[in-house]
């Protein structure tokens, strides 16, 4: 859900988090 909505968020910040999920 969030994957895709927070994906370009996240590797900016810290796609640690979506990598890890």
Same mark, same amino acid.
């Given at each position: 859900m969030e994957?895709?909505?927070a994906a370009p968020m996240a590797k900016k =910040?810290?796609?640690n =988090?979506?990598?890890a999920e």
């Open positions: 994957r895709t909505t =910040s810290g796609n =988090s979506i990598e």
